[in-house]
């Protein structure tokens, strides 16, 4: 099956078409969604007329919870056709038995015990310690913009920290005690301690060059600042890690939420609490960091096939 022979819809003029137009209808002009909302749902719609068409299935009160439940096998079995894609049709399928039914166009709905196929966790990225020491590397000179991308570098992998955190913070959220004031989703705050190396690297930035770019802007309190003296940007702060991982050839795309990854994979990989990267990261649930922990699972099953004589 492939969806370049599904442009058009099947049996025109049947009850299935009929009640798919209806839908639509409905989802356009009573629900306002967008055309190319209502596109999607279509598309979905008409792979399903087409599967029900495969299994000689022309009128809606036909349809069984077996066929349903045949449809996501059935997409699946398109060649490369994501789990997520699969998911997106299934749950449009489900809104339209829902809608038939309520509009007492079927009988019962078919669809109300199927879900949608679960997506597989996607495991985030992160640097080896030697990338991270090379990545620090790149901005290890005496030259101002170096001294001040290795502060902002050092900052988010000692804390984790988001970027709109880190370009967020003043110079008093750092206290003498190395803690930082990060302020995460919904305006919660949280204290992250600052490793020595990150607290180095930021004294050398307020010392050196801070005081020379701000007082050309209005930068105000803002910890990183550029050399104009305006605020450091997320995308700017983007750049610089860009930069960075193409001057030594890093070899791998990066972007600040990178380095919050390794953060905390490297912490869980040294044996840390995960309800305490939980607390460093900021997280509502511990379900989201125990993402990294099934990142060092799939290092500790890389070694052990590599490593051990009857592993494979």
Not at 93 to 118: C, L, M, Q
Request: hydrophobic fraction near 40%; avoid cysteine.
């Amino acid at each position: 099956m492939n969806e370049a022979d599904v442009e058009g819809l099947p049996q025109r003029g049947s009850s299935l078409q009929a009640d798919v137009d209806y839908y639509l209808s409905y989802l356009s002009a009573e629900r306002g969604l967008s055309r190319n909302t209502v596109d999607a749902y279509r598309r979905d719609l008409v792979l399903y007329l087409h599967y029900l068409e495969s299994r000689g299935i022309s009128d809606i009160g036909e349809v069984t919870p077996t066929d349903v439940e045949g449809f996501p096998i059935w997409l699946g079995d398109d060649e490369g056709r994501a789990t997520a894609s699969i998911a997106r049709a299934v749950s449009t399928i489900r809104g339209w038995h829902t809608f038939v039914v309520y509009e007492e166009r079927a009988p019962s709905n078919p669809s109300e015990d199927i879900k949608p196929p679960k997506r597989a966790a996607h495991l985030p990225e992160f640097l080896t310690i030697a990338q991270v020491n090379d990545l620090i590397e790149a901005v290890s000179s005496d030259d101002p913009t170096a001294i001040r991308d290795r502060a902002l570098i050092e900052l988010l992998y000692s804390t984790g920290a988001r970027v709109s955190e880190a370009v967020g913070l003043a110079i008093d959220d750092i206290d003498e005690s190395n803690l930082v004031r990060l302020r995460g989703k919904g305006g919660k705050e949280r204290l992250v301690p600052l490793g020595s190396y990150a607290r180095d690297a930021i004294d050398a930035y307020l010392v050196r060059v801070r005081p020379l770019w701000a007082a050309q802007g209005k930068a105000g309190p803002a910890l990183f600042v550029g050399e104009r003296g305006a605020v450091l940007s997320r995308q700017n702060a983007w750049l610089i890690l860009q930069r960075a991982a193409e001057k030594v050839a890093l070899g791998v795309e990066i972007s600040p939420h990178t380095l919050r990854h390794t953060f905390a994979t490297h912490l869980i990989q040294a044996g840390a609490d995960v309800r305490v990267v939980q607390e460093l990261l900021g997280h509502a649930s511990v379900t989201t960091t125990q993402l990294y922990t099934h990142v060092t699972i799939e290092s500790l099953r890389e070694v052990y096939i590599t490593s051990h004589p009857r592993a494979r």
